[in-house]
C-alpha cells in the first residue's frame, strides 16, 4: 500500500505564489507516476500535472502551463507543486495521486489508485 499526505495549502492574493508538498510512504519503490489534481466548487475532478519515476517531461495541463511546476526528491516518493501567478481561478481543494502501474494518458483519474486527502488553496482577487 501507498499513503500519501499532501501540506502548504493556504489563502493568497491573485498573482501570488505557493508550494505544495506530496510525501508518500510505504511501498514507494512501486511507484511509477504522480500527479496533482483539483476540484473546485460544482465542479469535477481536473488533472493539474504529472511527474514519472522513469524521468520523462512533466506533463501540465493548459490550465495551469507557464505557471505551475511539478518536482521530485528521494526518488519520486516526495512531490511538490509549485504555483505561480496564481489567479482567482486556481482555488480548489488540490490533491496528490500515484500509481504503482506504467501509464499512457497522462491524467486519467481512474488510473490513479492512491490518494491523499486534499488541501485547500484559495486565491482571492
Known amino acids: 500500500q501507498i499513503q500519501l499526505v499532501e501540506s502548504g495549502g493556504g489563502s493568497v492574493q491573485a498573482g501570488g505564489s505557493l508550494r505544495l508538498s506530496c510525501v508518500a510512504s510505504?511501498?514507494?519503490?512501486?511507484?511509477?507516476?504522480m500527479a496533482w489534481f483539483r476540484q473546485a466548487p460544482g465542479k469535477k475532478r481536473e488533472g493539474v500535472a504529472r511527474?514519472?519515476?522513469?524521468?520523462?517531461?512533466?506533463y501540465y495541463a493548459d490550465s495551469v502551463k507557464g505557471r505551475f511546476t511539478i518536482s521530485q526528491e528521494r526518488g519520486i516518493s516526495t512531490v511538490y507543486l509549485q504555483m505561480s501567478n496564481l489567479i482567482v481561478e486556481d482555488t480548489a481543494i488540490y490533491y496528490c495521486?500515484?500509481?504503482?502501474?506504467?501509464?499512457?494518458?497522462?491524467?486519467?483519474?481512474?488510473?490513479?489508485?492512491?490518494w491523499g486527502q486534499g488541501t485547500q488553496v484559495t486565491v482571492s482577487s
Open positions: 511527474i514519472s519515476s522513469g524521468g520523462s517531461t512533466p
Open positions: 510505504g511501498n514507494t519503490d512501486s511507484i511509477r507516476h
Open positions: 495521486a500515484a500509481t504503482d502501474r506504467r501509464i499512457i494518458w497522462p491524467l486519467q483519474e481512474p488510473d490513479f489508485a492512491y
